[in-house]
DNA sequence: CTGAAAGCGCTTACAG
DNA sequence: CTGAAAGCGCTTACAG
């Protein structure tokens, strides 16, 4: 059976496709009749009329779907949440958005074969020659560099400001000597680097060496090795800052099977403020991110930046906030 | 500036529109003289040329495009992972594959104005009236029910198994009365009741009592309440399977602040098999999925159906297994 | 208030 | 070996 086209809808109906053209598309103002009008929307429902979206694009000249292009990282909330968030802000201005899960296997290029897109959002930027194929091709390009939520005027991103407040708050609570726990996962080091750099840069700024950086796997060992590191220099090390919670983690159950005690011994602080986090012994200091308030940015920006503004939206307040828990806490001190 | 066309291409190499085409597509076998063929390919790639996606899914009639419909889970290392495999697989065949995060706010329809698609694959049900609207475009709809991994001939699915599995586990280590630590997390809805159903019907084929089912939330308070339900009970449970590792986490924290030990006055196993479960004190035992066997055999149920197969293939072997941690463990023996 | 007609860019049977 | 022409389904200026 062939497919239903807007011939049959007005052959269905007894009027021309212009009509059914019209009326579908909320076009010709008041001169259709409510008699005609109802007869065509009934039509097309019986008859479960779908418009081509390829006619309709050819015709039109213009696509109204946005593709957004995915790095190869873990998608974790905050990505998740963008693309709800990007989703839903682009229907209201009456686009589409599909997501491309490539992992650059292929080149891009080989998807617009397949699909026509309006614009395209790449969460980490593209490869040169990507990017000026599309723009030939004319297609509107937007990308947001990995961390950069505070946008290009800013002088610091999300990230570097993660790295910044974990070292303040060790500062604060008298360390003078830090361990970094960075992480061994190949496919986020746009972050690690971001990270680190805003822990070196607070560290410069008090006045504190640089942390020791030591690589931490996710199992025991790679933690036990890093512990053994951290203490056996001089001085030794008494806080660590970790990538993020999970390395934190891994650094805890290190600490633990050298028999020192947190934060007695050595004080640790992660990133992300995961559920495991709040449930471990004893419980994660960590920075959290506001996923919303994260994503909800890099959407204006995103959006602006398709609507040709002439400024960023400005940057975020509240996105990070210390959460402070028995890791870094004085002891027998549960209020600070 | 104007789209560059074919007929843009076809001027400036000196022949015909169906020319271009055929040397652009490797049609026309070896009527084309080399000479043309290499005058053609240089003008394109020098012009930028991207042939229009609509005009060819206009003239062919058939688009290259196949929709993935995300449904409202968080998103996690499966998914991830089938994602990837799905639009390798998908590629292989020619054909591009794109990924609608639209959290049904939205009536899929809306999608149908800004793209032509080939197949749509859900990884839950459908909507009956989206899927009828759909095959009645044409359009092939593939679904794949949640946690039917084991495929819909199979008597239990992967996450029936999970629940059986936990359950053995815990009966093997001679534990007759158990807990259940259900999730508080309504968009796994579907995956909670296979899982807690696996259990049930493993205790009942064990002639063991069905698990007292406690909800746990992930914070310290609620997982108290639970572990109070449990102990109060007469007989009292000593072994808890958890919905997932992040709840049998929240288990573990609430344990500890009602003074148990674990194992000897409480064992508990997950689902899983995160990283923060092997990194906790003491370490998780968990049920670990092969997110790779997973994904690559939902692929291949998919793609089967898409090329129209006369059966499923068979569902995978080695999808599940009990990683034994200290959680579960004999105390005093390593190697149970 | 409604219809006939053009044309978006491509592919492909057909003619030479 | 290569070109002229038709037609996919739609939208929209234009004519009535």
Redesign the pocket.
């Known amino acids: 059976m062939?497919?239903?086209?807007?011939?049959?809808v007005?052959r269905a109906s007894?009027?021309?496709?212009?009509?059914?053209?019209?009326v579908?598309?909320g076009?010709?103002g008041?001169?259709?009749?409510a008699?005609?009008?109802e007869r065509v929307v009934e039509a097309a429902r019986r008859l479960g009329?779908?418009?081509?979206a390829?006619?309709?694009a050819?015709?039109?000249?213009r696509s109204d779907l946005v593709l957004c292009v995915l790095p190869d990282w873990p998608i974790g909330p905050v990505v998740d949440s963008l693309l709800e968030h990007l989703t839903e802000e682009l229907a209201a201005r009456g686009m589409a958005m599909l997501v491309h899960h490539g992992r650059d296997r292929r080149p891009l290029a080989d998807l617009w074969r397949a699909v026509d897109v309006r614009a395209v959002v790449g969460l980490a930027p593209f490869a040169p020659e990507d990017e000026q194929a599309m723009r030939r091709a004319g297609i509107r390009v937007l990308a947001t560099a990995a961390g950069a939520v505070a946008g290009p005027g800013a002088a610091e991103g999300a990230q570097m400001q993660t790295g910044r407040l974990q070292v303040e708050h060790l500062a604060a609570r008298g360390h003078r000597t830090l361990g970094y726990a960075a992480t061994a996962d190949r496919r986020v080091e746009a972050f690690a680097e971001q990270r680190l750099a805003g822990a070196r840069r607070a560290c410069a700024e008090l006045g504190l060496a640089g942390p020791r950086v030591e690589p931490v796997a996710l199992d025991l060992a790679a933690a036990v090795a890093a512990v053994r590191s951290w203490r056996g220099a001089r001085p030794a090390v008494t806080a660590v800052a970790a990538y993020n919670d999970e390395v934190a983690l891994a650094v805890l159950a290190g600490l633990r099977a050298e028999g020192l005690r947190v934060p007695q011994d050595v004080a640790v602080v992660g990133v992300d403020d995961i559920p495991a986090a709040r449930l471990a012994v004893p419980a994660l200091t960590t920075v959290a991110q506001s996923v919303d308030v994260q994503a909800r940015h890099l959407v204006a920006r995103l959006v602006a930046d398709l609507e040709g503004a002439a400024e960023d939206p400005a940057p975020p307040e509240d996105l990070l906030a210390v959460v402070v828990r028995e890791t870094t806490r004085p002891v027998g001190d549960p209020t600070r």
């Open positions: 062939a497919r239903t086209t807007s011939a049959d007005a007894g009027v021309s496709r212009t009509t059914v053209s019209y579908l598309n076009r010709g008041s001169s259709i009749s008699g005609t009008r009329y779908a418009p081509s390829a006619a309709r050819l015709r039109t000249g």
